[in-house]
C-alpha cells in the first residue's frame, strides 16, 4: 500500500451479521486495493456466530485501520443507515461494502480517477460480476440494474427508478459525505444504497461505471435482495407495481430528501417536488409525464415510469 502524502484516505463502511464464512476473504480483499489508505469501520448487528472474533483478530492485525462497534440486530438498512451516519470527517472518500464479496484491487481507486474528473459532491457506482459461494462466475443472473445507462446519472432518473447500484460498488467524495450529515439519518428504515442512489444526483453527480471491479458473491444467506435468472417481462413489471405498499420505500426517502436537505438546487427540487405531490396534484402528474423521467433510461422503464405514474405507484 503507498503510505506517502499523496495517498487517498478511505472510509470503509461496513455492516455484518453471521458472515464469518466469507469475511476474511471480504477484507483481505480491501486491503489489497491499490493506491489508496483504507480504514474499515465495521458495525455487527448483532451476529450469534463468530464473525465478531473474525473482525477482532484484523483489529489486532491492523490497529490503526480496523474499527469495531457491536449493536444489536436492527436489520441492515439502519446498521448502515447509522453507519453512515456517525462516520468520521477526515477521510477523502467513502464506500460502502459488504461481508462476503471480494474487491478487485483497483475497485477504489477507479472510482476515485472517475470523482475527481469533477467537482462538488461526487458519487460512484459500478457494474458488478456475480460468482457462486466459491467465486466461480455465474452466467444467466439478472438485474434490471444491468439495463441502466452508463456515465453520468440524470437527477430525474433516479426519481424513476429505486436503484442506480448495489450498495457495495458505492463511493463517494468528502464533499457529499459532508451534505449527507447535514442530516441526522441514524434509525431510518431506508436502504442504504436506495438513499444514495436518489440523493447523490439531486445534490450533485452521480456516475455509473459499466466496468466491474467486484465479484458479487450469491449464496443462500445473502441479506440483501435476491437476483433474478430470468429478465423482467411486463407481467413481472405489474406485478411488482401492484405488490407495493402504496407509500414505497422510494418515496418515502423522495420526502425525506425533500424536507431535510436544503441544498438541492431549484430545478431538482421541482423534479423533486412533482414527483411528491403527482398522486394528489393532476399538473404535477403531466409535469411529470411532460419531462418524462424515465427517458433515455430503456424502453422498458419508460414503460414503467408511465404505468407506475398513472397508478399512483411511483
Known amino acids: 500500500m503507498n503510505n506517502n502524502e499523496k495517498t487517498k484516505k478511505v472510509c470503509v463502511l461496513m455492516s455484518t451479521y453471521n458472515g464469518s464464512k466469507y469475511i476474511d476473504e471480504q477484507i483481505d480483499s480491501l486491503f489489497k486495493n491499490k ?73 477504489l481507486i477507479k472510482a476515485i480517477e472517475k470523482i475527481e474528473s469533477v467537482s462538488g459532491c461526487a458519487t460512484y457506482c459500478s457494474s458488478e ?38 450498495g457495495c460498488t458505492f463511493v463517494w467524495n468528502k464533499a457529499m459525505q459532508d451534505e449527507i450529515n447535514k442530516v441526522r439519518i441514524s434509525g431510518l428504515k431506508f436502504g442504504h444504497d436506495q438513499f444514495i442512489s436518489i440523493l447523490a444526483p439531486l ?65 431538482n427540487r421541482r423534479l423533486l417536488k412533482y414527483s411528491i405531490d403527482y398522486r394528489t396534484n393532476v399538473i404535477s402528474m403531466f409535469k411529470m409525464l411532460k419531462v418524462n423521467y424515465a427517458k433515455g433510461l430503456n424502453k422498458k422503464e419508460e414503460q414503467k415510469f408511465f404505468i407506475q405514474t398513472l397508478l399512483h405507484k411511483l
Not at 64 to 83: A, C, D, I, P, Q
Not at 140 to 166: C, H, R
Open 35 to 107: 493506491d489508496v489508505s483504507l480504514t474499515l469501520f465495521v458495525r455487527d448487528d448483532g451476529s450469534t456466530d463468530s464473525t465478531v472474533d473474525h473482525i477482532l483478530r484484523y483489529r489486532e492485525k491492523y490497529p490503526e485501520k480496523v474499527y469495531l462497534t457491536r449493536g444489536s440486530n436492527v436489520g441492515f438498512m439502519k446498521s448502515f443507515m447509522g453507519l453512515l451516519d456517525h462516520a468520521p470527517k477526515d477521510f477523502d472518500y467513502y464506500a460502502f461494502c459488504d461481508q462476503d464479496d471480494v474487491w478487485m484491487p483497483d475497485k
Open 129 to 166: 460480476t456475480y460468482v457462486d459461494e466459491h467465486l466461480n462466475k455465474i452466467d444467466g443472473i439478472y438485474s434490471n440494474l444491468d439495463e441502466l445507462p452508463t456515465g453520468w446519472f440524470k437527477a430525474q432518473w433516479s426519481l424513476s427508478v429505486s436503484l442506480v447500484g448495489l
Open 203 to 267: 445534490v450533485g453527480k452521480l456516475y455509473r461505471d459499466g466496468e466491474s471491479h467486484i465479484l458479487y458473491r450469491q449464496h443462500s444467506n445473502n441479506t440483501g435482495e435476491k437476483r433474478y435468472k430470468n429478465k423482467y417481462s411486463i407481467s413481472r413489471i405489474l406485478k411488482r407495481i401492484f405488490s407495493r405498499e402504496h407509500d414505497n420505500d422510494n418515496l418515502k426517502i423522495r420526502k425525506f430528501i425533500y424536507a431535510h436537505y436544503d441544498n438541492v438546487p431549484e430545478k
